[in-house]
């Protein structure tokens, strides 16, 4: 599928634990600790980090500091005797810069 406009790359917002661990992630530096601000969404298979990166600054009015983008693979997976497959998705891991945030995602 095509991406025509900002509106078809971001699909939804993953919710797990390890996404809130990455919310809430404290880094260390040489000048101190600092809050690192890490959302992560589930995007459209042709999806770039830039135009991750625009989607995010346009909708959720926030500034991306870092862009990581992952393929997650299709897995094989057996239910009541029948195999089926589960398919993979491309997420996005988005950096905010420091004092940043988005309150409507934050629990």
């Given at each position: 599928?095509?991406?025509?406009?900002?509106?078809?790359?971001?699909?939804s917002v993953?919710?797990?634990?390890?996404?809130e661990?990455l919310?809430?992630?404290k880094v260390?530096?040489k000048?101190g600790?600092?809050?690192?601000r890490?959302?992560?969404f589930?995007?459209?298979?042709?999806?770039?980090?830039?135009?991750?990166q625009k989607?995010v600054?346009?909708?959720?009015?926030a500034?991306?500091?870092?862009?990581?983008?992952?393929?997650?693979?299709?897995?094989?997976?057996v239910f009541r005797?029948?195999k089926?497959v589960?398919?993979?998705?491309?997420k996005?891991?988005v950096?905010?810069k420091?004092g940043?945030?988005?309150?409507e995602?934050s629990?």
């Amino acid at each position: 599928m095509p991406i025509n406009s900002l509106y078809d790359v971001i699909k939804s917002v993953r919710f797990s634990e390890k996404t809130e661990l990455l919310k809430n992630m404290k880094v260390s530096s040489k000048t101190g600790e600092k809050d690192k601000r890490k959302y992560t969404f589930v995007v459209s298979k042709d999806a770039t980090k830039l135009l991750v990166q625009k989607a995010v600054e346009k909708f959720l009015n926030a500034s991306v500091d870092k862009v990581n983008i992952i393929n997650v693979k299709p897995s094989v997976r057996v239910f009541r005797g029948r195999k089926g497959v589960v398919s993979g998705y491309k997420k996005a891991v988005v950096t905010l810069k420091e004092g940043e945030q988005l309150p409507e995602l934050s629990s």
